[in-house]
């Protein structure tokens, strides 16, 4: 039986959006549903810890987070003096509801995720609240994940919950003309579910499997729908091949291991045969975009032997490709990382004193540890024990730091 706290979390992370997905879908109230399941998931955590697991845990968080809406429905109804009018109009489920089938619960989180992107929200409203509604993320973990303060990514989830209800949004399938239109934001919030998932921003584990695994799991079904457009397609490719690496990620005891000297043998082959094969089949058919040429770059990596030899000049030219398609300080900093390994670390590390103007990375720990890197590389070590300790300091992952702070000890 599951009982043990962390298979609980496991299970709740992977329900809640299902759930959340069938209240919206039943009663259109997506503000107070999202409270109803936060509620619903805070019982169950104490319930299923003390008495274990029910039956169809689904149909249990479903019931309790839907009598838990309807409750709020009503105090709300009786605060404005409108009680009669929201009991007619609110049907109270009667016993538990029935456990949901794998297929209905994807399709209600799938219509979830086109809700979050409606098109009345702000591209970064849509990523902000897809991330707490579907990726189960903390209001500060997306404020990390899109580099903005806490407090600003806060007001920006709220204002997003407000303007879809005052949009009066409709849940449900989404004609093809507007999923069209929301299709590059749903991408974009599946990318950084997924990478959220790949690299923590924050916490004792590198990786959250469960964030990444959800991401992949919900590009499937997007290319289902879309099959015919390659950046989607594009977008699952780069999941997998880039995924296909997390088993050498890190140590037994958690620790992380650098590409360059990870245990290639441990890399996932089939799903780098199955990204290969998508990614070439689209290559053939489709106009290449940011995410079929940064899938060009992970199949590379995950071509080669070892990091000596790998491609570096094709993946230079990949991403200065990127760099004219997208703005992005992240591109630019990867860019700075092939611009070292092709022309030398002076090169890249006056780039990267370009790139430290810029205020959406500027006092990253991220940059701070490449500059460290690229010290390292041009032999000065002094230099480089000092950036490996600030980056160490910045970073709010465990691993990360202990293994910034081996680096530097090295020296």
């Given amino acids: 039986m599951l009982n043990d706290s962390a298979s609980i979390e496991g299970l709740l992370r992977e329900l809640a959006p299902q759930t959340l997905g069938r209240l919206v879908h039943r009663y259109r109230q997506f503000d107070i549903a999202e409270d109803a399941v ?85 591209v970064s409203s849509q990523i902000a609240l897809t991330l707490r509604a579907l990726g189960g993320l903390t209001t500060a973990e997306v404020a990390r994940a899109y580099l903005v303060p806490e407090a600003t990514m806060a007001q920006r989830i709220s204002r997003a919950k407000q303007t879809i209800t005052a949009a009066g949004a409709e849940f449900g399938e989404v004609a093809p003309a507007r999923r069209r239109e929301r299709l590059d934001a749903v991408r974009r919030v599946l990318y950084l579910m997924f990478n959220e998932g790949y690299t923590a921003t924050t916490g004792d584990d590198l990786t959250r499997v469960d964030l990444s695994t959800e991401a992949i ?93 790998t491609d570096w000049e094709e993946i230079l030219h990949l991403y200065s490709l990127l760099d004219h398609m997208v703005s992005n ?42 500059r460290a890197h690229l010290f390292e590389l041009a032999g000065d070590s002094a230099a480089a024990r000092d950036a490996y300790r600030a980056a160490a300091r910045a970073t709010l992952s465990s691993p990360e730091r202990r293994y910034l702070q081996r680096r530097a000890a090295r020296l």
């Fill in 329 to 370: 300080p992240m591109v630019k900093l990867n860019r700075a990382i092939a611009v070292g390994m092709v022309e030398g670390a002076p090169a890249a590390l006056r780039l990267l004193d370009e790139l430290a103007t810029d205020p959406a990375i500027a006092g990253h720990y991220r940059l701070t540890a490449v």
């Fill in 217 to 309: 799991r919900l590009t499937r079904q997007l290319v289902r729908i879309v099959p015919d457009d390659g950046e989607t397609v594009g977008l699952l490719c780069l999941m997998l091949l880039t995924d296909a690496r997390r088993p050498a990620r890190t140590t037994p005891t958690g620790d992380l291991v650098p590409l360059d000297e990870q245990d290639r043998s441990l890399w996932n082959r089939a799903a780098i045969t199955e990204g290969t094969q998508l990614l070439v089949t689209a290559l053939k058919t489709s106009t290449a975009g940011p995410y079929l040429v940064q899938a060009a770059i992970a199949a590379i990596h995950d071509e080669s032997t070892t990091t000596d030899t």
């Fill in 38 to 122: 936060q509620d619903a998931l805070v019982k169950a955590t104490t319930l299923w810890a003390e008495q274990g697991v029910p039956d169809h845990p689904a149909a249990w968080l479903y019931t309790v987070a839907s009598n838990r809406l309807i409750d709020i429905i009503r105090s709300e109804a009786a605060r404005r003096g409108r009680e009669r009018d929201y009991a007619v109009a609110v049907v109270e489920p009667t016993g538990w509801a029935d456990e949901p089938s794998a297929d209905d619960a994807a399709d209600d989180t799938l219509d979830l995720l086109f809700l979050c992107c409606h098109e009345s929200l702000s």
